[in-house]
């Protein structure tokens, strides 16, 4: 991050400190979004809280919803989140070659035809969202999506919305380890 | 909400329905929005700690929030957080007509050049984010404004890009009280 | 309006004075667009003539005519006439809530189908008029209006894409009245 | 004229017939928008009005009219107004190359600076409506324009807002004639 | 061309000489693109290379090609390809009137519903490639287009994309014989 | 390439099989662009040997030629040529990182000044070529650019204009190699 200074670990509140050092040991380094929101501690809170609702309680396959970031920060240009969230979508979709291709263009990608659903309506509500109406949430049923699942693609893609928006004013900057992670 | 069902007031969790007491309460009536999140309990906790967040720990004026929050909701056309916060708006900043120009546009509202310069940068990181860069943060410090006012002004536009995105997909509707409230 | 004088009653040319009283006599007030035209009487008295045109001798209801307008202004960002004619559109329309729907974003306005259509069409008519075509106009008319209201439609759309121009150029400013006019 | 009846001549109210033979006799041949607008004639009596008010009271030069005319229509793709209006641009400014390169880019018009400044804020009132400021008014001036010259400014680029939309809507043709006039 | 300065004939290489020689003969005057490319005698080789690969080997119309090229040149803006294609475009297709209609907007243009076809896909590679998918293939198709000739339409659509650019940086000017140019 | 069919080696004339192999002695393995290409060999030769002009004959490092081409392929999201060309500038310019904030967005390119402005021009003529004018020339010249160099700039954009266009309209797949190269 460089428009903001970035707090020394150990001013940090205790349990700001718990969750660093359970990410860490997590993916062997510390991802910079925990040190960047660290900021400011209200907000580190609100926002890892807000994450771990959308990927704990959910009616969506964890590589569904990275691929839903992936997709969602492509289109908004988000450095930070196209590499660390392309690398969570290689890992969990198993898959080298899905974030380079969600990152460029969601539609060249090799996903199936309700994932390919799921993608336009996640960036329509994130490009044209005036434009979203009723047909949509219908094209998501006849895909196959619940309800609740349905509300989740819409959750995600609004979180990224201001996660991208954070990520690109305050310049944050991914870990060199992202770039190549689940590229083997 | 048109899109997703309200569930039932007594059904639901006892710290949602506390806090729903609560802003009914203060309000006069319950603003919709409480009843549409509860849609997902885990969602609306994450939603209100975060708003919450953003309205409690914060370097800028309740009355700096609204308006950035109607700015931006104005450019993203969001029928329920135009109205709504359009309500807060103009009985937090005591002024009838603020939230009818912040709507149409910002530029035309009658606001000193520190506010404008806010909008600016608030509207520029909704619509251009991309295009946000180190000056645009050098100009909000030349309008007096302090790093953590600067990293809060990015906070509450981040989120009501994803508010305004929840209330477009769903269909949320304001309460009919927020459309006449402050216009006296 | 900010950006223009506004010239002294008094030196008015007779009929200038005559419209403006008979309209404050309507109102209870005189419409800023009224003095604000008067700056160049050739001018005022082509708009007048033209509005009033296509609001006497047309195949469209009233209330239709500033759904229109509304809509159409909405898109276009302008505050004088989402203000004065919101208000028209919630008394025509016998509707307190309807405004600030067309301002936020027209299909989120409680109109029935054959005005979501008219609607549409004239909304593309404003953003995107190279798209326009055939179909359009048979969209139209299977929604039940005819070649004369079609041709109405284009017109009222066309005049509100020059008015809300005028209007944000020289800054017209609505009066106070019209913000609350219409929502009890 | 492709998507509204034409009207025959005979049947017109004698004030059109009497402008039509007028504009027969001037030009050599009747052009297509009167004969388009007789459709109704209360629109073509305040559309004809509203022309002549702009090009016979005016505080620019007809050549300045017809240069923004073309550089606005150009923007908006009107294909009736870039032929028709292209041919009275070359005319009235005597120059041959002059409305094809308004038509394509308006940057490439060789044209003196305070012109260049003028189709400047034309193209800018006609596109981004809601990003004009009084900064560019004082643009103006400093280029020379009095008042009444700006507002006539705005006035032409406005008009031509409508003019565009219903010729394109009507799917108007220019005449044949039009697309060589002027260019000896 | 205003931006860089263009070599004297004399100082040209052979190759170059001829090729110049060869199209002043053939139009009666040089295209000021040849004169203009010959800046960098490698990249002119390159130019006309390509575009003579495009008009030589290919399953279109020489008529289908000058259309396809100002549709695109026309929504691009580039009044150098307007122009001088423009008059290919009306002298190929026997037609005076069409390069006026192509250059305004191509869905106004007098062509068959192949042409429209072959058309929108061209204009919308060049405005929205990422949209561009299997299915505007298969509409080709549909409209009687060989997979060859599908080819070929999306390479005379960008090899003039890359046309336009060049143009438009050095601010290349057509010259005065294309404006009238088959206009009779 | 999924849209056009991939031609069998054997069957290719004798200079495309040399270049073919060429190519793949050079990089391990045959970028798909040559087998794609080979699709219509009079485009294939002239698609290279433009491609050969702009990389053999030029005023910029290779360095500088990668870094416009990811660039632009970035903001025309093109998949092959973020991946394959990201590949090259990597290791042209010996950085893991670059082009994966060049894919993003240029603007968080860890760049030098002279090239940030090269990149906002590049992007410039490539996204918004109508706002094109001297004064960017002018721009380049500042950051010590010459003039052989600053038509450089042009020619590469401008060709990858092209280049991405046919790339997206076949549907061309990147080797799974380039995603991976030069990362370590």
Same mark, same amino acid.
């Given at each position: 991050?460089?428009? *903001?200074?970035v707090?020394?670990? %150990? ?6 400190? /718990? $969750?660093? !050092?359970? &990410? ?22 609100? *926002?890892?809280?807000?994450?771990? %609702? ?6 969506? /396959? $964890?590589e !569904?919803? &990275? ?44 996903v ?8 336009d309506?996640?960036v ?61």
């Amino acid at each position: 991050m460089t428009r *903001f200074p970035v707090p020394d670990f %150990a001013d940090l509140p205790e349990d700001l400190r /718990e $969750r660093i !050092e359970d &990410e860490t040991e997590r993916a062997g380094f510390t991802p910079n979004i925990f040190s960047a929101m660290a900021y400011k501690p209200s907000h580190f809170r609100a *926002f890892f809280a807000y994450h771990d %609702a959308l990927v704990d309680d959910t009616a969506l /396959e $964890r590589e !569904e919803i &990275e691929m839903i970031i992936v997709a969602v920060s492509g289109v908004n240009h988000c450095y930070y989140c196209n590499v660390a969230h392309g690398a969570l979508a290689r890992i969990y979709a198993d898959d080298p070659l899905l974030a380079d291709q969600l990152v460029a263009n969601y539609r060249t990608a090799d996903v199936n035809d309700a994932h390919r659903t799921m993608l336009d309506i996640a960036v329509k509500l994130t490009e044209r969202p005036t434009e979203v109406e009723e047909d949509d949430l219908e094209t998501l049923r006849a895909a196959g999506f619940s309800e609740e699942a349905i509300w989740d693609i819409a959750a995600v893609t609004s979180f990224f919305n201001l996660s991208n928006r954070m990520a690109m004013f305050a310049d944050m900057r991914p870990n060199d380890e992202f770039h190549a992670l689940g590229r083997e």
